[in-house]
């Protein structure tokens, strides 16, 4: 055999090997991906259960990226400057229409909040789970 065949089946080998390799891979990433699903599955049916012991730090740890989370919108909310959705003209902060269309500006939400019995986030009063830990939230007459 000449040294272009050995060299061409040597190739060959690389590219199956590097091929094997990226479905490897591949393959590890989306088995990462179903086992965080089926971790998070079992999380939410639990909180919803109310097997809180089991799931209490990552309950805290929820607790605090969706505080977090929230707090970056409301910053960078407040960051931008106050324009009109329909005519993208200059408002003023408190502007409840706009000066140029008329349109009216949406108001930040004011309902009612309560707070969630599972993680004590506050929660509008007409919603059925709460939006921090998914916990069903108690009725309110």
């Known amino acids: 055999m ?17 091929d094997l390799q990226q479905r490897m891979e591949k393959a590890k990433k989306e088995r990462g991906q179903l086992l965080l699903d089926l971790g998070q599955k079992q999380y939410r049916a639990m909180v919803r259960n109310g097997q809180l ?11 605090l990226i969706y505080e977090a989370s929230k ?24 502007a409840k229409f706009c000066g140029s269309c008329g349109r009216a500006v949406p108001q930040p939400d ?9 993680c004590g986030a506050p929660q509008p009063t007409d919603h059925v ?8 939230l108690e009725a309110t007459l």
């Open 53 to 63: 012991t089991e799931v209490e730090g990552i309950m805290e740890k929820d607790a």
């Open 110 to 118: 004011i309902r009612p909040k309560n707070a969630c019995v599972t």
């Open 2 to 18: 000449n040294t272009w065949n050995r060299q061409s089946e040597h190739l060959d080998q690389f590219e199956t090997i590097r």
């Open 129 to 136: 789970f709460c939006t921090c830990c998914g916990g069903q």
């Open 71 to 94: 707090r970056i919108k409301d910053m960078q909310e407040a960051m931008k400057p106050h324009r009109c959705t329909s005519c993208d003209a200059s408002l003023e902060k408190d």
